[in-house]
């Protein structure tokens, strides 16, 4: 998010909703929003690029990536224009199974690769096009779920924001992977590892702007750990556990805690939790290493795949894949409790991002 925000045709800012086709999605929808209430108007869609599940744009360029969460998975590029989005060139193959994030790290694309457990870098042209071969990190391990956890599934890969390391949030190891780049081919090798509690699944992780704590969220038991990070030495320490005891489903349905924000003001921190279908809110008045639950609510439809916060820190939208729409929300500037402003249909939706 941040940098140089591009405009439509009708003067508002655009953000970009990838879906799954598989699942009945358009795919990638170009989307207006009003600047005064954030509504999104929905322009124009392209299905071109199978299951681009998560995007990613480049404020430099302009540039909107995107996943193909297939196998084999790949990659996409598109030029933002007044009549939607333009491919720059053919899908490229990122070397592993279903990609379900990607994001930028200089002049490289990477993705996580969660059916083959790996981390996949490729390089980017002058114009932005991602090209090949991928050079490929696989991982190794497993932990205690034997359902979910009988090997490697990398799950979120993201640069820290020194932008001297790259983290890798693998839910089949417990673990997340820091790894340091090669200068010249890009190439990723693991700096260090840690360890978190077993059985947990680590999905997502963000950093607090500040950029000395990240925030790691678990699929497969509804919590988050605090970890302290240090960008000189490249280490990852686990600090606390929070439960998302409030945001448990109800009726016994097991809760799948999806992804995790925090505002740019660095004052609240928001999880999605699916099967719950709740937004928790955390506020960090006690300091960014201490989140405290302060409360949940409905995330205004059905399995929230994702969050986003836009540009200004005053609204946050959830992807809710399962009921087909893009809930958003006002953010109180006092509690940080999200408050549904509201809604806009777009099938199999999972992820929201603005240019």
Request: hydrophobic letters at 35%; one cysteine or more; a negative charge.
């Amino acid at each position: 998010m941040g940098g140089a925000q591009s405009t439509d045709h009708s003067g508002g800012h655009r953000a970009w909703i990838g879906s799954f086709t598989s699942g009945g999605g358009r795919g990638i929808t170009t989307a207006a929003v009003d600047p005064a209430t954030g509504a999104l108007t929905p322009l124009t869609a392209t299905d071109v690029l199978p299951d681009p599940s998560y995007l990613a744009h480049d404020p430099r360029t302009g540039v909107l990536y995107a996943v193909s969460e297939g196998e084999p998975g790949a990659v996409g590029a598109f030029e933002a224009t007044a009549d939607g989005l333009r491919p720059l060139g053919p899908a490229v193959p990122v070397g592993g199974c279903g990609p379900t994030h990607l994001s930028l790290a200089g002049d490289r694309l990477l993705t996580a690769n969660y059916t083959s457990g790996s981390i996949s870098s490729l390089p980017l042209a002058g114009d932005g096009a991602p090209g090949g071969p991928a050079a490929v990190l696989a991982h190794r391990g497993s932990g205690p779920d034997v359902d979910r956890q009988q090997g490697p599934h990398a799950h979120q890969v993201l640069p820290d924001p020194s932008g001297r390391w790259v983290l890798a949030t693998d839910l089949g190891t417990d673990s997340v992977r820091i790894c340091a780049a090669h200068p010249a081919t890009g190439s990723l090798r693991v700096h260090s590892e840690t360890a978190l509690r077993a059985g947990t699944g680590p999905r997502h992780l963000a950093f607090h702007p500040g950029g000395e704590v990240a925030y790691v969220l678990h699929e497969l038991e509804p919590q988050l750990t605090v970890c302290g990070w240090n960008a000189r030495s490249g280490r990852l320490e686990p600090l606390c556990e929070v439960p998302l005891a409030s945001a448990s489903a109800p009726g016994g349905v097991r809760a799948y805690p999806s992804a995790v924000v925090a505002s740019p003001d660095g004052r609240f921190a928001w999880a999605a939790v699916r099967g719950a279908d709740a937004i928790a809110t955390f506020t960090l008045a006690d300091g960014a290493r201490k989140p405290r639950l302060t409360g949940t609510v409905p995330c205004g439809g059905a399995w929230p795949r994702d969050l986003a916060v836009d540009p200004s820190g005053r609204r946050l939208y959830a992807a809710n894949e399962h009921s087909g729409d893009v809930t958003w929300f006002d953010v109180d500037p006092v509690t940080g409790e999200p408050r549904r402003a509201g809604s806009v249909a777009v099938p199999a939706a999972t992820c929201v991002v603005f240019g």
